[in-house]
Each structure stands twice: as C-alpha cells, then as structure tokens.
C-alpha cells in the first residue's frame, strides 16, 4: 500500500545551520510528492511540490527538495534556518485514482530553532 | 485563488454531545472537498471526501459522519461525541480541474471532548 515515512518525529537545528528533512514513499507508480508546513494550531501551507522533470524542486521561504527515485525520498532541505523556521513539516504523496486523488501525509517532523 | 473558512477554530464538548463543524470554500467551483484529523504524533488522517453536493466517501470507520448541502459547504457531525474523537480537523479542498491533488487546507477546528 501506498505509504510515506518521516524516520525524524522531532529535530532541532541552531539558526544559521542547514537543514535537511528526510522523507521516504513507497508508490508503485512515478509519484507526486509535497511538503507542507504548519505553524503551532495554523493550517498548512504548500511549501513545494514534485510532479516530474527536474528532479530538485524550489519552494518558497527558501525551501528546496529533491526527488531520488533510487532511493524512494524527497528530502526537504534549507542552507540555513531562520527562527521563524520553527514549525511541523509534513511530506505527501499523491494516491492517484478513483473517483478523487487523495493526498498521503506522513506522520510529520516538529523542528525547532536554537538561537 | 482558494479561502477556506472554517468555524468553529474551538469546541470543548462533553462526552455524548453532538457535533457540527463547518466549513465554505470561496474562490474555485465544483472542488473536491475533504475532511482530515490530526491527533497529536499521528500525522493527517483522511476522514472524508466528497467530489460533488451530496456526494459522501468515508476512508476509515468511525464516529462521524459528513455532508454536503451545497457546493462549497462541508459539514463534519457526530450525533454523540468520544473522548477519541478530540483533534485537530481541517477541512480542504482542491480545484477538480487541476487535480493533481495539491490541497488548500482551512485554518482547522481543535475539538476537546471531555
């Protein structure tokens, strides 16, 4: 079935540091891929996505992820982290299919920023 | 582009109360809606999803139940509440046109049942 892996339930990173979220799907077929984030008791916002072509995708506030089909991960990456980065990152994949696709979130990873 | 309202943001009911949490959508016609729970290290659950008025798909047997009366309006209910059923749910909705499943997600409702 049709699943997504966040292997880091909690992360803290001190501000200026990199960042690097880990994501693993398991889908028969090539993916869509998002990630999403959520600010404590907000909605989610789209961050970036994945449909195809160029496997290293940018989003916003500086967020980039790769798609590596080897190894079945779209890990979420920033070069340096700001305090307001501090929030719950959810990767998702698309099931494709039926009478609606249906977005798969992962079970999320809550970063915090040291300052 | 999509607003997603939703209301109440919080409810604090008893055990064997009922409950109704709206949501409208603004902005798009037609979409596909959906209802998700997030529980605390458990990630977003699909609970529903509807692709047209009266239109209701549950993804996971429970205490709930969903509706929709018009277009852009979803409606998640329970006619006696658990204390299982506290949560976070949000409400989102994608334009069917486009559906690649990207999904645009109100605000949410943080239900506490006691």
């Known amino acids: 079935a049709q699943s997504v892996t966040q292997p880091d339930i909690h992360i803290t990173v001190s501000e200026g540091a990199s960042l690097e979220l880990r994501c693993n799907y398991s889908?028969?077929?090539?993916?869509?891929l998002f990630w999403y984030v959520q600010s404590p008791g907000q909605g989610l916002q789209l961050l970036l996505k994945?449909?195809?072509?160029?496997?290293l995708v940018q989003g916003i506030k500086g967020f980039e992820a790769e798609f590596k089909r080897s190894q079945s991960s779209f890990n979420l990456r920033k070069p340096s982290v700001h305090w307001s980065d501090a929030a719950e990152y959810f990767c998702?994949?698309?099931?494709?299919?039926?009478?609606?696709?249906?977005?798969?979130f992962g079970t999320g990873t809550l970063l915090a920023v040291q300052p | 582009s999509q607003t997603i309202h939703q209301w109440p943001a919080t409810l604090v009911q008893p055990v064997g109360s009922p409950l109704s949490l709206e949501c409208t959508v603004e902005?798009?016609?037609?979409?596909?809606l959906y209802w998700y729970r997030q529980a605390a290290g458990r990630g977003l659950q699909l609970l529903f999803y509807?692709?047209?008025?009266?239109?209701i798909s549950s993804e996971v047997p429970q205490n709930l139940s969903a509706s929709r009366p018009q277009d852009r309006q979803f409606i998640l209910s329970s006619k006696k509440l658990l204390l299982s059923d506290s949560g976070f749910y949000l409400c989102?909705?994608?334009?069917?046109?486009?559906?690649?499943?990207?999904?645009?997600f109100g605000e949410g409702s943080r239900l506490t049942v006691l």
């Open positions: 998702a994949v698309v099931l494709i299919g039926g009478a609606t696709n249906k977005l798969i």
């Open positions: 889908y028969g077929a090539t993916p869509y």
């Open positions: 994945y449909f195809s072509g160029d496997t």
């Open positions: 902005g798009t016609s037609n979409p596909n």
């Open positions: 509807s692709v047209g008025i009266g239109q």
């Open positions: 989102a909705c994608t334009d069917r046109l486009g559906d690649t499943g990207e999904l645009f």
